[in-house]
């Protein structure tokens, strides 16, 4: 950690020149488990009354994104990424006893998203002349995600069985936090074309999103750069 900061500081001092721009595909290799809760009860509710809650697990997410990258000094590059990744999960709901009036059973595809923007500090690990190298790097992330609809949110935001309950609405209430990213990866510019081809991986660690998001997760990368 010591040797990335100090890299990363080494990077903000040095004067920086654009090397290129690239787009790629992302897909996150992680699951979230899938929940079933028969009856969610709260307190003041009549006996008997509550929410019944299935869910599927999460898993699968695709998406891309747009990377800025930045001569800093030799074998050393910055590089601002924007990206996101989305998939769908189906839950199903219903009320129980007292409740069972009011929430009618409830099937949907509800979305997960996750979309924010990290800063890498890139260090060419093993130069291939001509040609290109592999990398390692590390550097912040901010993240925005969507809740996982579960218990603990249907505890969250409702005070009673007997009030309506919205899945969908709930997915839209975006969770923001900052972590570190970790990278490793290749880049491969064939002698005379005007584009290079990148493969890497990408460990995103950010402790603070609530349960049962992930606190981390592997992102596998596949793409092109255009001018680097």
């Known amino acids: 950690m010591k040797k990335l900061i100090a890299v990363l500081v080494l990077c903000m001092l040095a004067v920086p020149s654009f090397a290129g721009i690239g787009f790629h595909l992302n897909y996150d290799a ?29 898993s699968g997410l695709v ?3 747009i990377d800025f990258t930045f001569g800093m000094i030799p074998m050393i590059d910055l590089m601002l990424s924007i990206e996101g990744a989305y998939g769908t999960y189906a839950v199903a709901y219903a009320g129980v006893g007292a409740a069972a009036a009011i929430n009618e059973p409830v099937n949907e595809d509800i979305p997960y998203l996750r979309a924010g923007a990290d800063l890498t500090a890139l260090y060419t ?19 925005a995600v969507a809740p996982v609809f579960s218990k603990d949110l249907v505890l969250d935001n409702f005070q009673s069985a007997e009030e309506e309950v919205d899945a969908a609405s709930l997915a839209d ?24 081809f990148r493969v890497g ?26 001018g680097g």
């Open 30 to 58: 992680t699951t979230i488990d899938g929940e079933v809760s028969p009856q969610i009860t709260f307190d003041g509710d009549v006996a008997g009354s509550g929410i019944a809650l299935v869910r599927d697990e999460v």
């Open 63 to 65: 998406g891309g994104g």
């Open 125 to 143: 690990i093993l130069p291939i002349p001509m040609v290109g190298g592999v990398y390692v790097g590390g550097g912040p992330s901010f993240m």
């Open 173 to 196: 209430d975006i969770q923001m936090e900052f972590g570190l990213h970790l990278t490793v990866g290749a880049k491969l510019k064939p002698v005379g074309w005007p584009i290079a």
């Open 201 to 226: 991986a990408k460990y995103y660690i950010i402790p603070s999103l609530e349960d049962p998001a992930p606190g981390s997760w592997l992102t596998l990368q596949a793409g092109i750069v255009l």
